[in-house]
């Protein structure tokens, strides 16, 4: 089981950029791929990034060219650095954890992922 925190929320007019910080805990850090997600009002929860144990990335294309996924391995902490930012951008993000061993983390697979952060709020509004 890995524990997560979400930090970083808050509002900000279209173009403009937040960055969403996520501590993580687990005795085990094998395998592990991890993402964020983003659920607007009325929408199923999305995956719009991950990153897997040996650092690759993966992102949804709505948000390649907007958002960077990082993870710093020794603070435990994952980033989601989000520029350019647009009204449909806006809903609640979550960081999500699983096991995988293939190193494939399978973004678009919601229900594959295992343990979930409690959420950050993310307005974007002029």
């Known amino acids: 089981q890995v524990e997560l925190v979400e930090s970083g929320g808050g509002a900000v007019q279209p173009g403009g950029s937040l960055s969403l910080s996520c501590k993580f805990s687990?005795?085990?850090?094998?395998?592990?791929?991890m993402a964020w997600f983003h659920q607007a009002p009325a929408y199923e929860r999305k995956g719009v990034a991950s990153?897997?144990?040996?650092?690759?990335?993966d992102y949804e294309d709505s948000v390649r060219a907007r958002f960077t996924i990082s993870k710093d391995n020794v603070k435990n902490i994952l980033y989601l650095e989000m520029t350019a930012l647009k009204p449909e951008d806006t809903g609640i993000y979550y960081c999500?954890?699983?096991?995988?061993?293939?190193?494939?983390?399978?973004?678009?697979?919601?229900?594959?992922?295992?343990?979930w952060g409690q959420g950050t709020q993310v307005t974007i509004s002029s």
């Open positions: 990153i897997n144990s040996l650092g690759i990335t």
């Open positions: 999500a954890a699983r096991r995988a061993p293939s190193g494939h983390c399978a973004l678009s697979l919601t229900h594959l992922w295992d343990d």
């Open positions: 687990t005795y085990n850090t094998a395998d592990l791929c």
